[in-house]
Every structure is written in structure tokens, then in C-alpha cells.
């Protein structure tokens, strides 16, 4: 969502560069306190609710089975596969004058950084063709080729929206209607009197809501990121926190959406031990995690931005000047 973050900053500011780690330290604390407030849920709000189970556990096969001979040398070969890319990373980050390294010698807009997604799509590539030789998986070229295509299969929907997504955010800035929507709306917003955190929570509440409609969190910001970003950037805020805080809007209420691409495939998982189950069972049951983690993620962003926390590397809360 980095790269549509910052095509929507550019509007404002041609220069603003936006890297895939900007909300790094906020999402590295939300990983434990999301694990926590998860925990509690299960064990205190939906377990007891549940009730006994009256299935026949007898028809699925709950047990784990040891690895085979051949699954544990594919799992040594993708091992050592990692391991010498993660090396090869290293030895080009670690000197100062690494070649992973930006022209001035910093991590943050360098290379690696810019081609993050090309680095985990090698490590994953050449893994996985390790792990298939390996463990007799693959035989030849023709099966690493087949499975390449199954793997593509899943893609093909999310390649057919970021097509749309990016033409749309082109034309968004070409025809100016992200800076006439974000001047009106900052000047609304900034007459309202709001200050940073009733901003922020209520734009939690919008991006949480739309999300209910559009299950997508990449189809919802691109058409979002071209107002938002540019409006709140007008009021003095960084596109970082933006994106940020649109994350907390959109994660929470993914797992009481209809609209989540994974949600039918929730609602078959469910089914398998209550074949009665249906949308409503899964999303009362859901429902109290979405609470918990609205209502905690909430508590978080609020901290951080009393304390004025970075979000991420070189990623702050506010537009300097």
C-alpha cells in the first residue's frame, strides 16, 4: 500500500517518497497487543460462549504426523537456500558503502528497500524449487512451471484490480479532483476545530465501515489514498500516519466482512464442524475480536500519538514547515 500512498502524496508534494517500511514500529508493538487482546478473547468472551461440542470428532483427522524422509530434506535444502540469500543481503547491507546501499550510504531509500517485493520474490522462488527437488516434488522444469501457473491462478483476480487501481489513481491526479476534494475537505476539517486524535479515530471509524462494502484493503485506498492522503497532508499530517491509520480501520472488521475475499472460505472451514453454520454464526462469533481489537488498537494510536512516536524509519506524525 506504500506505492498508492505515496502516488496520493505526490499530488501534494511530486517529491515524497513513501517506503514499505513506514509503519514498522508501530505495527511491530500492534503485533503483540493484538496477540494479547486475541488471546483474551478466545479464552474469556468466545470459548465460554461456544458451549460443548456436540460434532463427532472421530470425522476429522485432528492429529499431527511426523515429517517424511523426503519433507526434511526439502525442508534442509530451502533452509540452506535462505540462509545464502539472506547472506548475500547482509554482505551488501551491512558495509557502509554496501551495495544494497542508497548513493549516500542509507538503507532506508536504498535498492533494497525499492525492490523489497522483488528480494521475497526470489527467496520464496528459489526456496520453494529447492524444497520440490529436494523432497521429489518437482521431477523437471515442466512441474516447476505447472506449479508456478497454479500459484498464479490465485493472483489473477488481485492482478486485474491493481491494473485498474493504478489507472485510476493516473486520472485521479491528472484531472486535479484529489486537490479540489482535499483543499474543500481540509477546509472543513480544519474549521471543524478536530484536533489530531478526534481526526484520527474518526477516520478509523470510516475506513472500518467502508470496509464492511469493500473487502479489498488495496481497491478501498486506492480510491481513498488520492483525498485522504492529500487532505490530511494540508493539515499537517504525514502520509505515513495516514496510511496507518487506515490499516487499524481496515484490519479490524475484516473477520465479520462479507466482502473479504477469505470470508467464504471461513465460512467452509466452520461448516466442516458446524454444518449448520452460516454467515451470521461466523460473524457473531467474530464479532467480539473486532470489538477487542477496535477498541485496543484505538488505545494504541492515541499513545503514540500523545508521545509523538515515529511510526516506522524516517516515518514521523507530522509535516515539518
Request: hydrophobic share 55%; aromatic share 14%.
Amino acid at each position: 500500500m506504500s506505492g498508492i500512498t505515496q502516488e496520493a502524496a505526490r499530488i501534494i508534494d511530486p517529491e515524497y517518497a513513501v517506503t514499505p517500511a513506514c509503519n514498522y514500529y508501530f505495527m511491530f508493538i500492534s503485533t503483540f497487543v493484538i496477540a494479547a487482546l486475541g488471546t483474551w478473547v478466545t479464552e474469556k468472551v468466545v470459548v465460554p460462549n461456544l458451549g460443548e461440542y456436540e460434532g463427532n470428532l472421530d470425522d476429522h483427522d485432528t492429529e499431527f504426523h511426523p515429517l517424511t524422509g523426503p519433507e526434511i530434506r526439502g525442508l534442509w535444502a530451502s533452509l540452506a537456500v535462505n540462509l545464502i540469500l539472506m547472506g548475500l543481503v547482509l554482505w551488501g547491507l551491512l558495509p557502509g558503502d554496501g551495495f544494497l546501499r542508497a548513493d549516500d550510504g542509507s538503507i532506508l531509500h536504498s535498492p533494497f528497500m525499492h525492490g523489497i517485493v522483488t528480494f521475497l520474490f526470489v527467496g520464496g522462488f528459489l526456496a520453494g524449487i529447492a524444497y520440490g527437488f529436494a523432497a521429489g516434488t518437482f521431477k523437471g522444469e515442466i512441474d516447476v512451471v505447472n506449479g508456478m501457473e497454479d500459484a498464479m491462478k490465485t493472483l489473477a483476480l488481485y492482478l486485474v484490480l491493481v491494473f485498474f487501481a493504478a489507472q485510476f489513481v493516473a486520472y485521479f491526479k491528472y484531472s486535479n479532483l484529489g486537490m479540489i476534494l482535499a483543499i474543500k475537505g481540509a477546509d472543513g476539517l480544519r474549521a471543524s476545530g478536530l484536533g489530531p486524535i478526534p481526526l484520527m479515530v474518526s477516520f478509523i471509524f470510516l475506513s472500518a465501515f467502508l470496509n464492511l462494502a469493500m473487502g479489498s484493503a488495496s481497491a478501498k485506498w486506492a480510491f481513498m489514498a488520492p483525498v485522504f492522503v492529500p487532505m490530511f497532508m494540508l493539515l499537517g499530517y504525514t502520509p505515513e500516519l495516514v496510511q496507518g491509520v487506515y490499516r487499524i480501520g481496515d484490519s479490524t472488521t475484516n473477520m465479520i466482512s462479507p466482502m473479504m475475499s477469505f470470508f467464504a472460505l471461513i465460512v467452509a472451514f466452520f461448516q466442516r464442524y458446524v454444518p449448520n453454520a452460516g454467515i451470521g454464526t461466523v460473524i457473531a462469533t467474530m464479532l467480539p475480536y473486532t470489538m477487542a481489537f477496535l477498541i485496543g488498537w484505538m488505545i494504541l494510536l492515541v499513545i503514540w500519538l500523545v508521545a509523538g512516536l515515529p511510526l516506522g524509519p524516517g516515518a514521523g506524525l507530522y509535516l515539518e514547515g
